[in-house]
């Protein structure tokens, strides 16, 4: 039903005639885009039968798209400038476009061919997001910083400033590409993303409006299932009793903070043996289900009564729930995610309400999980933001 409302809303193949202002001035001299690659041309029956199993799907693909491979340069945790990438679609249509950036979910190492930039039939992009580049929007999807072009570096896995740098950074790239190779933009930008790409969105929407409100004006956004409420979703883990199934994705947050912030503690400090020299040898390996198992008495203690200031001032550099948006922005959620639990997005909407967000949507996905939840979050999402085209 939602794909069939997308059908009829401005923006989903009825375009408006009114003239919007371009930003297509001479090509400038590439600040931030490095190099581009055609990675292949598709038409859209080629876009629309990627997704012939959904019904009405395939009927948003109005243009054709070329995708590109761009690299470009953007700076590490640690402000060192590195070359990352992404991959561009672009709509074959002589007429003014938005910026989409798409913000992709969590990727493991051994999952290095889903990142957006090899637009392989095993990446996020391939489908859903070449519809909506059929539907004419010009859409930016970094690989963040570990994959593509930077696959040599560690991922910084839901680090928001670094995952806000990349997505910022790429768009920059885009619109260079984009003036030189004279693909008109208008001013609109649209944001993106589910899961890690939820928190990414949230975090590159909260970076463009407080940072860089001169450069990018955040039309709207649409983040779904991230954990944004860091500290609270640390205390939750750490106290809770019962078997989780995700432990690996937060002993990887862990590793990742350690590093990123200089804490540099033996995995001992946060993981119990055998487990914390298993994880020294294979970082991805498996982990038992019960909190208490795997993280040390120290580590729950610390964190739970407030005492490890170092690593709780690292969960808080994350916290990225509690702000002021002025774009409209839809919070999606499954209600029964066990994997990032929904009070992340309500704590969101509680706190940007309480500091006079008047544009903050909350949508529930009622008895929804992280992963059933995530074709909702699409369609929802693309209804949504299909509002302001």
Known sequence: MLWAALLVLPGAGCKS????????????????????????????????????????????AKYPIKVYRLTYRTHDAAGKEVTASGALLVPQVAQALP??????????????????????SRSEIWSAMSVLAANGYIVSAPDYLGYGASKALAHPYEHAATLASASADMLRAAREFCAQQKVTLNKKN??????????????????????????????????GAGAYHKTAFAKYILESQEPLDFLSSYVWVLRTYNQVYGLNRPLTYYF???????????????????PAQLFTSQLRTSVLNGTDQVLLAAFQANDIYDWQPKAPLALF????????????????????????????????IE???????????????????????
């Open 17 to 60: 005639e009114a003239a919007e202002p371009t930003t297509q001035p001479e090509a400038p001299a590439a600040t931030y885009l490095q190099s581009s690659t055609l990675l292949g041309e598709y038409s859209t029956s080629a876009v629309a039968a990627r997704v012939s199993d959904i019904p009405f799907v395939g009927a948003l």
């Open 99 to 120: 910026l989409l950036s798409y913000q992709h979910g969590t990727i493991s190492p051994a999952q290095e061919d889903r990142a957006p930039s090899y637009y392989s």
């Open 190 to 223: 649209f944001l993106l993303g589910y899961s890690e790409g939820g928190f990414a969105t949230m975090a590159l929407h909260k970076l463009l409006e407080e940072q860089h409100a001169s450069e990018f004006t955040v039309t709207a956004s649409a983040p």
């Open 272 to 290: 119990n043996q055998p487990y914390a020299t298993q994880l020294q040898s294979d970082p991805f390996g498996n982990v038992p289900k019960l």
């Open 333 to 364: 959620h499954g209600t029964a995610d066990d994997y990032v639990p929904y009070f992340n997005s309500e704590d969101a909407y509680k706190a940007m309400q309480a500091r006079g967000a008047t544009q903050v949507e909350l949508r529930p």
């Open 367 to 389: 008895g929804g999980d992280h992963f059933s939840s995530a074709a909702t979050y699409t369609l929802g999402a693309y209804a949504f933001i299909s509002q302001y085209y």
